[in-house]
């Protein structure tokens, strides 16, 4: 059973940094992309950023030239890096990856994810 949990979720002033991580445990063979997704309070999830399983690498355009996705193979680790950040960017931050099932489940998208880390930008 795949089991994603983020961390390095917290406090900054506008205009800081912070790098989110996403640890990926159990079975992940099946994964062909990792996203990054943000919830504010009162507004709907949306995502933020995608990798692949071959490294291609994009995010949405209002965090472009600020956030980065990133991923250490070896370690089964994803990461965000979020620069110039704004208050707006204030969210509850979710890990999520997207694979297929195998044939039990008749190869049906699968979709995993984690319990979410909190960022706040406020001065």
């Known amino acids: 059973q795949e089991h994603l949990v983020e961390s390095g979720g917290g406090l900054v002033q506008p205009g800081g940094s912070l790098r989110l991580s996403c640890a990926a445990s159990?079975?992940?063979?099946?994964?062909?992309?990792f996203n990054w997704y943000r919830q504010a309070p009162g507004k709907e999830r949306e995502l933020v950023a995608t990798?692949?399983?071959?490294?291609?690498?994009s995010v949405v355009d209002s965090v472009k030239g600020r956030f980065t996705i990133s991923r250490d193979i070896s370690k089964n680790i994803v990461y965000l890096q979020m620069n110039s950040l704004k208050p707006e960017d204030t969210a509850t931050y979710y890990c999520?990856?997207?694979?297929?099932?195998?044939?039990?489940?008749?190869?049906?998208?699968?979709?995993?994810w984690g319990q979410g880390t909190l960022v706040t930008v406020s001065s």
């Open positions: 990798i692949t399983s071959l490294g291609s690498a």
């Open positions: 159990g079975s992940t063979s099946h994964i062909y992309a």
């Open positions: 999520n990856s997207e694979g297929t099932g195998g044939p039990e489940v008749g190869y049906r998208r699968l979709e995993v």
